[in-house]
Nanobody, 127 residues
Framework: QVPLVESGGGLVRAGGSLRLSCAAS????????MGWFRQAPGKERESVAA????????LYGDSVKGRFTISRDDLKNTVYLQMSNLTPEDTAVYYC????????????????????WGQGTQVTVSS
């Protein structure tokens, strides 16, 4: 198990910014690709951003490219999501996921390839 704890969500006006953090427990954080996903009411979970490892591949969902930035600090066992120019369409519960790169079904590009999840943090963007 890899406990993941998200923080940083909240209410922000359109055009504003938020930074989400996801802290992991354990000593092997570097073996995990980390991703941010979101789910709005009545919608399917959507991939927002993912980072495979420090200096590795980074992916962004089309709807957030140019506005969101994912980063990780393996010394702090933390992954971040800097969100800028937020719109009401960004309103959702944001989940942090960890994908063990050494597991057989590993796929950091899709939520099905993730093995551990946080509880989520609500982001609400008002117009």
């Amino acid at each position: 198990q890899v406990p993941l704890v998200e923080s940083g969500g909240g209410l922000v006006r359109a055009g504003g910014s938020l930074r989400l953090s996801c802290a992991a427990s354990g000593r092997t954080f570097s073996r995990y690709a980390m991703g941010w996903f979101r789910q709005a009411p009545g919608k399917e979970r959507e991939s927002v951003a993912a980072i495979e490892r420090v200096g590795g591949r980074i992916l962004y969902g089309d709807s957030v490219k140019g506005r969101f930035t994912i980063s990780r600090d393996d010394l702090k066992n933390t992954v971040y999501l800097q969100m800028s120019n937020l719109t009401p369409e960004d309103t959702a519960v944001y989940y942090c996921g960890a994908a063990d790169r050494f597991w057989g079904n590993y796929n950091f590009e899709d939520s099905s390839g993730y093995h551990f999840w946080g509880q989520g943090t609500q982001v609400t963007v008002s117009s």
